[in-house]
Every structure is written in structure tokens, then in C-alpha cells.
């Protein structure tokens, strides 16, 4: 439960979302490049989901390709 003060603020949360999605396109080739680099430098293994998660990733993914095939 929040403070009813906080209520105020609400309708600003569209407001900021905006301004940082504007930076973060500002600013998106750049980090591109930098993923680009490292997953030539390290492989796709290193970016590669990892853990239950991971794996869970790949059985339904593994599932959605056998579906369409």
C-alpha cells in the first residue's frame, strides 16, 4: 500500500516513459554495435538463455518449431 500523495504522481509515469524511450533510441545503434562486437568476440553460446529458464525457453520454442513443421 502506497501514500495517497503518491496518487499524484501516476499520470506522470506516461510522461517519463516517453522521455526515456527517446533517449534509449538515441542511443540504440551504439549498443547494437557494442552486441554485435561481443557476440562475435565471445559466440552465441554466451548469449544463449541459460538455467531452468533457459531450458524451458528452448523446450517450448523446440515445441513451436515442431508445430509448424
Known sequence: MAPRWVRAFL???GVLQRVQERDSLAIMPELEQIDAADRAQRGEA???PVGAGGAAAEMRTSFATRERA
Open 11 to 13: 499520470p506522470l509515469r
Open 46 to 48: 554466451a548469449h544463449a
